[in-house]
């Protein structure tokens, strides 16, 4: 596998996952931007290494078709919930704070 298709590609899809980002300010906004584009130039092994996205595993929940649930920095001061789906890193929701990130 050559290291460009080994990249992550997102999916910005989710309704839960828009309603904030377009809710955001454009401070926030553009902080996140800056994630996602650092997340789509990044190999999957980088993404769980990395030390400023914090990934790390819900164990108390499952998510769409048994996959299971992450959570990851994706912002100053937000949190996004995600899964991973082959090269796909598909996005279901995003909050304003670690604990909130977790426990929905």
């Known amino acids: 596998m050559s290291p460009r298709s080994d990249r992550v590609r997102l999916d910005l899809n989710n309704p839960a996952f828009q309603e904030v980002l377009f809710a955001l300010d ?10 996602l584009r650092k997340l789509s130039a990044m190999p999957w092994n980088q993404v769980y290494h ?3 996205l914090k990934w790390e595993a819900i164990v108390s929940r499952e998510g769409p078709k048994g996959h299971r649930l ?35």
């Open 50 to 52: 990395d030390p400023g």
């Open 70 to 104: 992450y959570t990851l920095r994706i912002g100053k001061g937000f949190r996004a919930v995600a899964y991973r789906d082959g090269q796909w890193l598909r996005l279901l929701s995003l909050h304003p704070d670690h604990n909130s990130a977790s426990d929905k």
């Open 26 to 35: 454009k401070r926030h906004q553009r902080a996140l931007l800056a994630t």
